[in-house]
């Protein structure tokens, strides 16, 4: 597996999650798909995005609240699940805690930047306050290169960590495939079905919007 | 064309579309101290070269620094505040008031937005697309799914903020209590429950990969999981415990 695209397109996506263009493109389902159609194996990028999709459900980026770091780190788990060839058993559970992990390392990177954004803000002050462009912009500018290269750091560091770590553990790997995805499915709706309900619970019939559904969604399972 | 011309018009069509396009970076220099305050003034700046004295005038550097300081407002209906300054500015409307105004308009704008997109869009957004999923849709469309609705609803508001945001100036509180900014997340919240319903279930058999006894067993087990989360554990965060229960489970089917 070639790292660099990987990196680049962790990069990339890391910065759609705050600075540039927030079209979240940078959310799981789409980002390990990415990842995954990279490697030329996007199923597996959609298998793991959709597990992560379901975990960060209930992550609500709202200003200055402290959150994972989703792009990157869907780049870099997308990327470990899509490489194990046949995802043998342990595969999507060992590189959805790696995604776990890289997002919260790049979740704690972002509130660093935002660091030293505040302190460049703060050495700019005088020029801010003459109303001086070139100050503005190059604060922008500085801001959306440095969260480039930010993610693109994070997800190299995980990238040369977990790429030999995950095979590894995959080779030692005890239980079968199907009941090893199954833990993972069942935790990651365990914390997508949390999420509905803390969200949406106020909304008046949220219940039974939500049972309708579940009646839908049961009777299109057994048709298909 | 006077300052007061462009504004009882409309923005020039170039002027418009460079703020547009510099809306989506309004976040780029996001910072602990002055939060999208510099990304509001950033936003403004092509409507500030319309100011008597053009760019590098008075006016401009003034109304620059009067800008560059501490705004908060979800980014994406930052371009609310970013017309409805930039209106006020070309208006010529006292500093102190334009000043107040900031003040009062930043908070109403983080909420109604977080409220609507973080809170009820996204949501809803994510779960059609795992619906789809769940319906063995190929790749390319679950992703070009959720990014063409998302970005439907994304766009439109970043278009709409900025245009009834220089529209209305100072009057722009009015548009806040728009039906489908009051009553949209309720609506839109019932649909994304009804999609999680469907969702868990499909996307369980579909990753499972076995019987579909096995789906309902997920389904039921993450029913009651979520509620007992919800209910025992609410201000704790879904992703740390999938963190902690996944790190046990890697470490005990490893070391079994």
New interface residues.
């Given amino acids: 597996m070639d790292v660099v695209p990987i990196v680049l397109l962790a990069a990339l996506l890391g910065v759609d999650v705050v600075t540039f263009p927030q079209a979240m493109i940078s959310r799981p389902i789409v980002a390990a798909t990415a990842a995954g159609a990279f490697l030329g194996n996007p199923v597996a990028g959609l298998v793991i995005g959709s597990v992560l999709e379901l975990i960060a459900l209930g992550m609500l980026p709202f200003g200055a609240s402290k959150y994972p770091e989703w792009g990157s780190a869907s780049v870099v788990g997308g990327a470990l699940f899509a490489s194990q060839h046949g995802m043998p058993p342990g595969a999507l559970a060992a590189s959805v805690l790696a995604a776990l992990l890289t997002a919260i390392v790049s979740g704690w990177s972002m509130v660093r930047l935002r660091r030293i954004n505040a302190f460049r803000a703060t050495r700019l002050r005088s020029e801010l306050d003459a109303g001086s462009a070139d100050a503005i912009v190059g604060l922008q500018i500085f801001g959306l290169t440095a969260d480039f290269v930010r993610g693109g750091l994070v997800a190299l560091a995980a990238m040369l960590l977990f790429r030999p770590l995950i095979p590894a553990v995959v080779s030692f790997w005890n239980p079968g495939a199907v009941y090893s995805q199954a833990i993972v499915v069942a935790i990651a709706s365990v914390v997508a079905a949390g999420a509905v309900w803390k969200i949406f619970h106020s909304i008046p019939y949220a219940a039974g919007f939500f049972l309708s559904g579940l009646a839908v969604g049961t009777t299109l399972l057994m048709m298909t | 064309m006077s300052t007061s011309a462009i504004s009882e018009a409309r923005l020039p069509v170039s002027t418009w579309l460079r703020i547009y396009l510099r809306l ?2 309004v ?9 999208n305050g ?2 509001i ?2 936003c403004m ?1 092509p409507a500030l070269r319309l100011l008597p004295g053009g ?2 005038g008075e006016a ?6 009067r800008h ?2 501490y705004f ?1 407002s ?3 209906f930052a371009g609310v505040a970013v017309g409805a300054l930039a209106r006020a500015e070309l208006d010529g409307v006292a500093p102190g008031m334009i000043e107040r105004f900031r003040i009062a308009l930043g908070g109403p704008l ?1 909420s109604v937005g ?1 409220r609507l997109v ?2 009820s869009w ?2 809803l ?3 059609v ?3 789809a ?4 849709a190929r ?2 469309l ?2 070009a799914i ?2 063409l609705l ?2 439907f609803g ?1 766009l439109s508001l970043r278009a709409w903020g900025l245009r009834v945001g220089f529209e209305r100036g100072l009057r722009v509180a009015d548009a806040l209590g728009h039906p489908l900014l009051r009553r949209g997340p ?1 609506y839109v ?22 019987g ?1 006894a ?3 067993e ?2 039921l ?3 009651i ?6 209910r025992f ?2 201000h704790s ?3 740390r ?3 902690a ?3 046990l ?2 470490l005990y ?2 070391l ?1």
């Fill in positions: 989506f970076a976040q780029g220099s996001w910072n602990y101290e002055i939060l510099n990304g003034a950033f700046e760019r590098g401009y550097t003034n109304a620059l620094s560059a300081r908060n979800h980014p994406y983080g977080d973080w809170a996204l949501p957004c994510s779960l697309a795992l619906t999923f769940g319906l063995n790749p390319p679950v992703v959720f990014v998302y970005n994304h309720q919240g019932a649909a994304a429950s009804f999609f999680a319903g469907i969702a868990i279930p499909l996307v369980a058999h579909r990753v499972a990969g076995d579909k096995l789906a309902l997920i389904t087990f993450a029913i999981g979520g509620i007992l989360l919800a554990a609410e965060e879904g992703w415990l999938a963190l229960v996944l790190a489970f890697v089917s490893v079994r």
